[in-house]
């Protein structure tokens, strides 16, 4: 890791950009919390683009209200091929599936989420990656404010220790939990540094 992403581990900076190949695909990566969605919020509604979160895939409890209109179809074509959304290493396959879904009907491929930086290597991704970097204590607080008032894991720990209490437990497994992004954001820093190797 270089010097300069120790040094700014605190502070946001310019988002990092590579082109792997000329396919009509943009890849966004990045910590939980550093703007992928929504960098991405306005494709959504360009005919142009079919836009996919990747992490959406796999059916976690939300409050938004904001879908990608394809996620559905893609899932279930995932499901019908895998038995499953494929995780880790194996998410390449899915990833290759979901871009030739949205490449046979002609449309730019707007591809984001955490599950993508699972791929290795990540010269196996096509088009352009994004990588946001995004300082990290922002990351962490903003995914505290994030995820703390979903209501499904809400109203879980309220149902198990009361209105007061049941508050005090969501938000101490949610600190717990979203403590990973400190060394998530070392793993997102070597792939830049390994982007930065891949010869054009």
């Known amino acids: 890791m270089s010097k300069e992403s120790k040094l700014y581990l605190f502070l946001d900076r310019k988002d990092y950009k590579k082109e792997l190949s000329k396919d009509n695909v943009v890849n966004v990566i990045g910590t939980k919390?550093?703007?992928?969605?929504?960098s991405t919020l306005k494709y959504i509604n360009d005919d142009n683009y079919i836009v996919i979160n990747c992490d959406r895939l796999y059916e976690m409890p939300t409050d938004s209200d904001i879908e990608d209109s394809y996620l559905k179809e893609i899932r279930d074509i995932l499901k019908h091929k895998y038995g499953k959304v494929?995780?880790?290493?194996?998410?390449?396959k899915c990833y290759n599936d979901i871009l030739k879904f949205i490449l046979d009907k002609n449309k730019k491929a707007l591809i984001e989420g955490n599950v993508i930086y699972d791929i290795k290597p990540i010269s196996s991704l096509k088009g352009t990656v994004i990588v946001k970097r995004t300082g990290i204590v922002k990351c962490f607080v903003r995914t505290i404010k994030r995820d703390y008032p979903i209501s499904y894991f809400l109203n879980q720990e309220i149902e198990k220790h009361g209105k007061i209490l049941g508050r005090f437990y969501r938000l101490k497994n949610i600190i717990k939990r979203r403590k990973n992004i400190f060394k998530i954001y070392h793993e997102i820093e070597n792939i830049i540094d390994e982007l930065n190797n891949i010869k054009e």
């Open 86 to 92: 494929l995780e880790g290493e194996e998410f390449i």
């Open 33 to 38: 919390g550093s703007g992928k969605t929504t």
